[in-house]
């Protein structure tokens, strides 16, 4: 991504390109219910008061990506928004303080070295596309916000990718975590 951070809104509530299928809670606290969702990405946003609740989020800079790593990444990965993705998940996570208080080599330790989250994640690329978004540092309940679309026929491949995710080490510093699972409306 090139110059400044794109600020990213997930709006829940009685409209939104999106419907709402389940929302699983993984750990922590829930989210309210609500039947649709709506990603708006760019530019300025209000949210409209009808909302039943909004998580921002930016698109910035790459953390934890080496040279190498990005290289593999972006040769496979496809971009948001392809005709055939009719399945999404919003995945908002929060890690704990144990995690934020660790150095940045230890993170990247545990997050590539020990648990192989990009090594994993590239096994499902092209067919899950994803985007993180950071939202630690705009004060809300959650650290990132990550948005996966898929064809209907890939879902199950979401659910082993996520799955793996979740047996590894880093997944130990998660305190509350959400699966909200969508399809296009």
């Given at each position: ?11 829940a ?39 039943t ?8 800079n ?20 392809r ?11 929060r ?39 950071h ?8 650290d ?8 209907e ?6 659910d082993?990718?996520v799955?793996?995710l979740?047996?590894?080490?880093e997944?130990?510093y998660?305190?509350?975590e959400?699966e ?6």
């Amino acid at each position: 991504m090139e110059g400044n951070p794109v600020r990213v809104s997930f709006v829940a509530g009685s409209a939104g390109a999106w419907r709402v299928e389940r929302t699983v809670l993984v750990r922590g606290e829930e989210l309210p219910a609500a039947p649709r969702l709506q990603r708006v990405e760019g530019g300025s946003f209000v949210a409209p008061p009808e909302a039943t609740w909004v998580l921002g989020g930016v698109r910035s800079n790459e953390r934890y990506v080496e040279l190498e790593e990005r290289r593999r990444l972006v040769a496979v990965q496809e971009d948001l928004g392809r005709a055939s993705s009719t399945q999404a998940a919003l995945i908002p996570l929060r890690k704990s303080k144990a995690w934020w208080a660790l150095a940045q080599d230890e993170r990247r330790a545990i997050f590539e070295a020990r648990s192989r989250h990009i090594e994993i994640g590239l096994e499902y690329l092209p067919a899950v596309a994803r985007r993180l978004y950071h939202s630690r540092d705009l004060g809300g309940p959650f650290d990132f916000l990550t948005w996966f679309e898929f064809a209907e026929g890939d879902a199950g491949a979401f659910d082993e990718l996520v799955g793996r995710l979740r047996e590894t080490e880093e997944w130990s510093y998660v305190e509350r975590e959400i699966e909200v699972r969508l399809s296009r409306a």
